[in-house]
């Protein structure tokens, strides 16, 4: 995906949607025509509007162990 707020990628996708060209979209936005069409493609796709890689990669707290601990003490 391209490294757009998740703002503007909701007006480029709402811009889009009313039927406006990819080059105007992009000139009121003041972002590339590439840029519209990265973010159009995984929405008529996908429905996606934001990428999933921005996950970190930090371990939960709780291990499956202590969630089941957990459960038992709270039911």
Do not use: C
Request: hydrophobic residues 30%.
């Amino acid at each position: 995906m391209v490294d757009l707020p998740d703002f503007q990628r909701g007006q480029a996708i709402g811009v889009r949607l009313v039927g406006v060209s990819v080059t105007k979209t992009a000139t009121s936005l003041g972002v590339s025509r590439a840029a519209v069409s990265k973010v159009m493609m995984p929405y008529t796709n996908h429905g996606k509007t934001s990428s999933t890689k921005r996950k970190s990669d930090r371990r939960p707290k709780l291990s499956e162990r202590d969630y089941y601990t957990l459960q038992r003490i709270v039911s």
